[in-house]
């Protein structure tokens, strides 16, 4: 069983567009996370959830949204896709805010 | 300047070698994270650290909180550790992991 599955693996779109992705842990953790794996592949957090609590980082464009049904999922959704939003991204939770990550297998946005 | 710091950028080591990647970091933290990227991206976490060594098989990893820097040892390198290797950092109990910028290793056979 996959501890934390993303979907989709790949996604093309067109500049303008509004595209979700989803996450799902079946670990019974707290805490997931969103991360972003730029071109140079260095990875930055974009948004934290614990506990119901959502931790905005502020470098992130209001275009981003996260939204958590439950605690064993948590979506982002993108409004008015950029091409900088080109990215790999990366849903990740833990057992608590500073416990170990478990990752998944990351989502390639290209967007055209 | 990064708050992280990895050495090297790139590495590439014959199998059977003693590799070592380090990670310097310039503020106080609550934790220190190794993790593994594959070449196919995937992400897996190594080890987590806050003092002290942890060892997990080949893999060795160390702190020193008062130096500020951590080390990664894989003893008996195969050509299957091939990967990217981050190191990252969590400020205090509530912040958020910083990640540095990843050492590029490729074991040749």
């Known amino acids: 069983d996959t501890a934390v599955s993303q979907t989709p693996k790949y996604l093309v779109t067109q500049m303008g567009n509004d595209k979700s992705i989803k996450c799902e842990q079946n670990l019974g953790h707290d805490t997931m996370y969103w991360y972003k794996q730029d071109s140079k592949k260095f990875l930055k957090i974009m948004f934290s959830?614990?506990?119901?609590?959502?931790?905005i980082n502020e470098t992130v464009p209001n275009r981003f949204s996260p939204k958590s049904p439950d605690k064993a999922h948590l979506n982002l959704h993108i409004n008015s896709l950029e091409l900088g939003d080109s990215a790999v991204y990366f849903c990740?939770?833990?057992?608590?805010?500073?416990?170990?990550?478990?990752f998944g297998q990351g989502t390639r946005l290209t967007v055209v | 300047k990064n708050e992280v710091e990895q050495s090297p950028q790139n590495l590439t080591a014959q199998e059977g070698e003693f590799i070592t990647i380090n990670c310097s970091y310039s503020?106080?933290?609550?934790?220190l994270h190794w993790l593994q990227q594959h070449p196919g991206g995937g992400i897996v976490s190594l080890f987590m650290l806050s003092s002290g060594k942890k060892k997990h098989g080949r893999l060795i990893a160390t702190i020193n909180i008062q130096e500020k820097h951590s080390s990664l040892h894989i003893t008996a390198s195969h050509p299957r550790d091939s990967a990217v290797y981050i190191c990252a950092v969590r400020l205090g109990s509530q912040g958020n992991l910083i990640f540095g910028k990843g050492t590029k290793l490729s074991v040749k056979p």
């Open positions: 959830y614990n506990n119901k609590e959502l931790i």
């Open positions: 990740a939770s833990s057992q608590v805010y500073d416990a170990e990550a478990f």
């Open positions: 503020v106080g933290i609550s934790a």
